[in-house]
């Protein structure tokens, strides 16, 4: 992944970052048909890989847990965790975005009925995390 930021001083990109892995966001372009690490693979074993690539334009892509943690951010506080006032968006329509678990083209990061196993990992460690946290939280608030 090669990564720029335009300067606001010229109006030039500038180069941030060069990684060597996927980016974050590689579920994304699988699910649009553009299967990157598949293409490496092709490229690497010296098969033959199109210049012109097909890919569904419009797919979304839903990573359940950050949604859940929006949600819970924006029902306990005005302010995200960004610090800036959310309160163009009021805590019912949060919660209706949320619920919102269908719509054409909408695939899930990790939770995938094919491959269950990822996503029912990603749910227990954010619970057991969570609970910790919320152990540690109780414990302060005793303490004091």
Known sequence: ???????????????MEVNGRFWGSLQLAIDSGLNFPLLLYRLATGENVPAQ?????GVKSRWFLGDLD??????SSPYGVDGLHHAEVS?????????KFYEPNLR????RLDDPRPGWFEV???FRETWRRLQRW??????G
Do not use: P, W
């Open 1 to 15: 992944m090669v990564e720029f930021k335009l300067d606001r001083r010229d109006g030039q990109a500038k180069l």
């Open 53 to 57: 690539l097909v890919y569904k334009a």
């Open 70 to 75: 929006h949600l819970l951010i924006r029902l």
């Open 91 to 99: 805590k019912l329509r949060a919660c209706l975005n949320f619920l």
């Open 108 to 111: 899930y990061e990790v939770t």
């Open 124 to 126: 227990k460690s954010y």
């Open 138 to 143: 109780k414990g302060r608030s005793h303490a």
